[in-house]
T-cell receptor, first 113, second 114 residues
Framework: DQQVKQNSPSLSVQEGRISILNCDYTNSMFDYFLWYKKYPAEGPTFLISISSIKDKNEDGRFTVFLNKSAKHLSLHIVPSQPGDSAVYFCAASGRGSQGNLIFGKGTKLSVKP | DTGVSQNPRHKITKRGQNVTFRCDPISEHNRLYWYRQTLGQGPEFLTYFQNEAQLEKSRLLSDRFSAERPKGSFSTLEIQRTEQGDSAMYLC????????????FGPGTRLTVT
């Protein structure tokens, strides 16, 4: 059973518009959430994170929203750029996990010029 | 470059052979993690070290897999008697200890078992 789910395998967005990537989790012990971006043949690159004491965190064009009651988080990219085209992974960790991350299967974002 | 480095980047081996991968973490990071990623999946946790101590191992880490971090710096992951199912990207990550710290990943080692 998947504890972190990214239900959209792919997303296509026009350059300049907003990209919204979604992630759901099932384990209520998770208290730290991260988004990673991955290009082919490279390791995941850390983008942004949020702890469960917050409901929003911003870093430039990237904003992560956390809805604890719904066990849902989302990554907003505004404005989207062609260089943002990559696979985005949602990851979570929690108390007692010693910090190892549980990843979703990823969403492939394509930003079209 | 002070990021996480992994060697080799690619390894092709025949079934039944042993392989060893190396990971050099970011120098001030005490924690080092190994993950495995197969096609269409996110990275899956294998094991992690805090300094030289191996503190947790996943059920994915069969008896054929062994990892070491002898001096609390670089780490090696060895797979003995490789099987075709071991073909995957092996990723190493490192982080600081305690609280909420992001993990930084290396470029990975792509293993192909023929």
């Amino acid at each position: 059973d998947q504890q972190v789910k990214q239900n959209s395998p792919s997303l296509s967005v026009q350059e300049g518009r907003i990209s919204i990537l979604n992630c759901d989790y099932t384990n209520s012990m998770f208290d730290y959430f991260l988004w990673y971006k991955k290009y082919p043949a490279e390791g995941p690159t850390f983008l942004i994170s949020i702890s469960s004491i917050k409901d929003k965190n911003e870093d430039g064009r990237f904003t992560v929203f956390l809805n604890k009651s719904a066990k849902h988080l989302s990554l907003h990219i505004v404005p989207s750029q062609p260089g943002d085209s990559a696979v985005y992974f949602c990851a979570a960790s929690g108390r007692g996990s010693q910090g190892n991350l549980i990843f979703g299967k990823g969403t492939k974002l394509s930003v079209k010029p | 470059d002070t990021g996480v480095s992994q060697n080799p980047r690619h390894k092709i081996t025949k079934r039944g052979q042993n392989v060893t991968f190396r990971c050099d973490p970011i120098s001030e990071h005490n924690r080092l993690y190994w993950y495995r990623q197969t096609l269409g999946q996110g990275p899956e946790f294998l094991t992690y070290f805090q300094n030289e101590a191996q503190l947790e191992k996943s059920r994915l880490l069969s008896d054929r897999f062994s990892a070491e971090r002898p001096k609390g710096s670089f780490s090696t992951l060895e797979i003995q008697r490789t099987e075709q199912g071991d073909s995957a990207m092996y990723l190493c990550a490192s982080s600081l200890v305690g609280g909420y710290y992001e993990q930084y990943f290396g470029p990975g080692t792509r293993l192909t078992v023929t």
